[in-house]
């Protein structure tokens, strides 16, 4: 069966889009895995930083309980020990 003129522009005009075409979808692809990469080390590092101002809290409310322990012992002592 001959082909006609018509059916082998038409072939080769759809194996010359088809190269782009293929080659703009893993361009995508590869900028949908950058994208998703930063926003998942934009999350991570949110997370660090939450838990970072967490802790730095939690270490200060520590330490005023500590010293307000340190002055309540020591006023206590003074009190038992009377003025010298």
Known sequence: MPMNPRTITTALLLAAISVPAYASLASDARAFKQN??????????????????????????GHAVAGATKQGWQATKQAVKGSD
């Open 36 to 61: 998703v990469k930063a926003a998942g080390k934009q999350g991570g590092h949110a997370v660090r930083d939450a838990a970072h101002a967490v802790g730095r809290g939690a270490k200060e409310a």
